[in-house]
């Protein structure tokens, strides 16, 4: 079972473009939301998080919307550079333990 | 540098050898994670530790896998009798007081 599915598996965007990737799921005991970012051959590297007490959460460019009666939440990426060229991964954290689980990840190509 | 770091970053096998993979995590972070990632999907819980105790591993693929952390400091995860479907990119993370876990750059094996 899926419990985080993350849209779209690809996008291209030109530089300077926002950037929009979305993640819904479905289990109301996941309490804390992340965002990674990956590089080819590297590890995860957290980008930005967010708790659903809150609708939105800004950092420099990032910025992570939450609509917690929709369980949906969306990274937006503004004024997209070529190297935010990258796959991003939302998760999702249990309230009762540990385990991140993770939506499938989407390959993001600015274009120069 | 004080990430988390892992050994060896990348080992190639063959079918029915046993393999064993190293994490260091951050210094003084109590928690430690595995997890497995397969190209072109987000990385999937294995196995967590709180200091030496193994809390959670039920999530371990077959009983062919299994970890250690024998002091509470670094890990080890070990594959017997390796096969083909277990190529894959193997993550660990640690965790601090906070929410957030902080990943290796990941060990990717490739069984022939």
């Known amino acids: 079972q899926q419990q985080v599915k993350q849209s779209p598996q690809s996008l291209i965007v030109q530089k300077g473009g926002i950037s929009i990737i979305n993640c819904a799921y479905e289990?109301?005991?996941?309490?804390?939301f992340p965002w990674y970012q990956q590089f080819p051959g590297k590890g995860p590297a957290l980008l930005i998080a967010?708790?659903?007490?809150?609708s939105e959460k800004k950092e420099g460019r990032f910025t992570i919307s939450f609509n917690k009666s929709a369980k949906q939440f969306s990274l937006h990426i503004m004024d997209s550079q070529p190297g935010d060229s990258a796959t991003y991964f939302c998760a999702a954290l249990h309230n009762a333990g540990n385990m991140l689980t993770f939506g499938g990840g989407t390959r993001l190509m600015v274009k120069p | 540098d004080t990430g988390v770091s892992q050994d060896p970053r990348h080992k190639i096998t063959k079918r029915g050898q046993n393999v064993t993979f190293r994490c260091d995590p951050i210094s003084e972070h109590n928690r430690l994670y595995w997890y497995r990632q397969t190209l072109g999907q987000g990385p999937e819980f294995l196995t967590y530790f709180q200091n030496e105790a193994q809390l959670e591993k039920s999530r371990l693929l077959s009983d062919r896998f299994s970890a250690e952390r024998p002091k509470g400091s670094f890990s080890t995860l070990e594959i017997q009798r390796t096969e083909q479907g277990d190529s894959a990119m193997y993550l660990c993370a640690s965790q601090g007081a906070g929410e957030t876990q902080y990943f290796g750059p990941g060990t990717r094996l490739l069984v022939l």
């Open positions: 289990n109301t005991a996941f309490d804390y």
């Open positions: 967010i708790r659903p007490d809150v």
